[in-house]
């Protein structure tokens, strides 16, 4: 089954349904997850690189995320990556591959297949440039 899943979490509230569905794939086959959170920066002309959340935000959530698996038994590690805005997709794709993961979890604020076109979903684009399994959580 899937021995390495990659998660990728944020700040949003589909978070937690994220992680029990990462929870109970890992107890199914004794897996290990690595929790990917991205703190994107957005590059100001001439304002230099402004951070979305400060190392402290980005941090705690990431060690809340494997915290609340390694309570399951499930052996987790954590990652915090910067990424500039609008990468996101890209660097999660990346960690999958660098890692060897599995398969990607992640979440997805359900936007409309024509509203994910339009506003560039993050989950649409892993999704495209993905080349191991993606499991999208709504």
């Keep these: ?3 390495k899943l990659l998660v990728a979490v944020d700040h949003s509230k589909i978070t937690e349904r994220v992680l029990a569905a990462a929870r109970d794939l890992a107890l199914l086959s004794q897996g290990e997850v690595w ?7 957005e590059a100001i002309p001439r304002g230099g690189v402004i951070p979305s959340e ?3 935000e980005a941090q705690s959530n990431v060690d809340a ?4 698996l390694s309570q399951a038994g499930i052996t987790a590690i954590g990652v915090v ?6 990468h996101a997709a890209r660097e999660i794709v990346s960690e999958a591959k660098a890692e060897d993961v599995d398969a990607i979890i992640m979440g997805s604020l359900g936007r409309s297949d024509l509203g994910g076109l ?5 989950a649409h684009k892993v999704i495209h ?3 191991r399994p993606v499991l999208v959580i709504r």
């Design 65 to 68: 995320a494997v915290a609340e």
């Design 81 to 86: 990556r910067n990424t500039l805005f609008g």
């Design 35 to 41: 929790v990917l959170h991205l703190r994107e920066l």
């Design 118 to 122: 339009v506003l560039g979903s993050t």
């Design 129 to 131: 440039l993905a080349d």
């Design 1 to 3: 089954m899937y021995e």
């Design 54 to 56: 400060s190392d402290d």
